[in-house]
Nanobody, 119 residues
Framework: VQLVESGGGLVQAGDSLTLSCAAS????????MGWYRRAPGKDRELVAG????????NYARSARGRFPISRDSAKNKMYLQMTSLKPEDTAVYSC?????????????WGPGTQVTVSS
């Protein structure tokens, strides 16, 4: 699965931003997708995840209630609607997809999009 993120940018604290992830290729086998982020000097962490059918979501504590995740399967897109942004949300946000083709499963990543929140 090929993944491309968009929607990042420079915003002020309290602003909102919506990230999009466009998937192509072996999308029929997607079981789960997620948004991850890596802040400077820190490990990559899960922000939010969603099952292939969009029926189940999970969130990091820092994202719960602020960053709803959603998926449009018909368009092969996933979204992260970030609200009440804080400077500590500054990071490179990456899209991940877990898919299977027969008995072989894959984990694919997008190149990432930078989100910078100024105070």
């Amino acid at each position: 699965v090929q993944l491309v993120e968009s929607g990042g940018g420079l915003v002020q604290a309290g602003d909102s931003l919506t990230l999009s992830c466009a998937a192509s290729g072996r999308t029929y086998g997607i079981k789960r997708m997620g948004w991850y982020r890596r802040a400077p000097g820190k490990d990559r962490e899960l922000v939010a995840g969603i099952t292939g059918d969009g029926g189940v979501t999970n969130y990091a504590r820092s994202a719960r209630g602020r960053f709803p995740i959603s998926r449009d399967s018909a368009k092969n897109k996933m979204y992260l609607q970030m609200t009440s942004l804080k400077p500590e949300d500054t990071a490179v946000y990456s899209c991940n997809a877990g898919s299977c083709s027969g008995s072989v499963c894959y984990a694919d990543w997008g190149p990432g999009t930078q989100v910078t929140v100024s105070s």
